[in-house]
């Protein structure tokens, strides 16, 4: 097995929404992170466009062309807060073919861990209607890639974005392959996921939505990620792991209230990791959301990397229940009964 991979392309750099928190800088600032640390062993490679067909698994084709066409006639104001340039389609379509790639190379066996970094992000793109700077749901176009390819039959997708991903909800709501786990401020952008969306049809269940409050730090959302999501994952049983990753829940972030550090971040990534080593090597690969201080985003980053990419996973430490976590669990009782009360 190689080096883990990073995909990117030079394309991010030129979606362009003018003056706006999703900025080209932030990922210039990872770059730069990443790059005075020596990219931390991780092996650099360029995204593939997305192909069409796999696009539209979630994205339908007039929605597809309907950004095309718009990008082609040099972009404009999706709504207030999702704005593409002439160059926007090209990047989402990128950022949603590097996360494609890298779960290939995660399933075949070829990777042990993955990140994709691209803009704009994808999390709250649902399948007809971009919004929240986002234009394709990126992690859900790979998911849903995997499990109509046969490669595999479940997923596990953990957003931890401090704003709920609408859209991934939206497009896996009710599938029963996809276990989707988010992990968000309440109240907060676009005002979904409350605990009691939990999908519907043959999906019921398997939407987990665990809201919390703006001022929550590391110990309350380590606590939801040990407590509730790793427990959840094991009785799911997946054979691929993703993250929504966005480190908007960062302390120093200027648009949401909450009060993660860089720790905490890596914390996370390392009960995930042990996750998939207890799966039985089930791959980890994460994709870039929200994160609007550089330099805190471009931290947060290097220190999910330097855990997902390690040779072995960090050893477990003793992490307290919280009461959501405490009140997660009972609440999660009635569509998981294996799930033990804490």
């Known amino acids: 097995m190689g080096a883990p991979v990073l995909f990117r392309h030079p394309s991010s750099l030129e979606h362009d929404p003018g003056p706006h928190p999703e900025a080209a800088e932030r990922l210039v600032a990872i770059e730069r992170e990443l790059a005075s640390r020596d990219w931390l062993g991780w092996e650099r490679c360029e995204s593939p466009a997305v192909e069409r067909p796999v696009l539209e698994r979630v994205h339908p084709r007039e929605q597809v062309e309907a950004v095309e066409a718009l990008c082609a006639r040099g972009g404009g104001a999706i709504d207030m807060d999702t704005v593409v340039s002439e160059r926007s389609f090209e990047a989402a379509l990128h950022g949603s073919g590097g996360t494609v790639a890298m779960v290939d190379l995660l399933l075949a066996g070829e990777a042990p861990a993955g990140f994709s970094a691209h803009r704009p992000p994808g999390h709250h793109a649902t399948p007809k209607r971009a919004m929240g700077f986002c234009v394709f749901d990126h992690v859900a176009v790979a998911a849903r890639h995997a499990v109509a390819s046969g490669a595999v039959e479940r997923v596990v997708i953990l957003d931890w974005d401090v704003h709920h991903g609408n859209g991934t909800q939206n497009v896996f709501e009710e599938d029963p392959a996809v276990l989707f786990v988010s992990i968000h401020q309440s109240p907060l952008y676009p005002g979904t996921g409350g605990a009691s969306e939990i999908g519907e049809g043959a999906g019921e269940g398997f939407t987990v939505n665990l809201p919390v409050p703006a001022g929550s730090g590391d110990e309350t959302w380590v606590s939801l990620v040990q407590h509730v999501v790793v427990p959840l994952a094991l009785a799911h049983e997946p054979q691929l792991i993703l993250l929504s990753a966005g480190y908007d829940a960062h302390r120093a972030d200027p648009l949401a209230g909450c009060r993660m550090t860089e720790e905490g971040f890596a914390t996370m990534a390392g009960a ?71």
Request: glycine share 12%; hydrophobic share 50%.
């Open 272 to 342: 995930v990791r042990r996750l998939g080593a207890e799966l039985g090597g089930v791959p980890v690969g994460a994709v870039l959301e929200g994160g609007y201080e550089p330099g805190a985003l471009a931290r947060s980053v290097a220190a999910t990397l330097e855990v997902l990419g390690a040779p072995e996973p960090p050893a477990a430490s003793d992490v307290a229940v919280a009461a959501l976590a405490r009140e997660a669990r009972e609440r999660l009782a009635a569509s998981w009964p294996g799930l033990p009360a804490l």
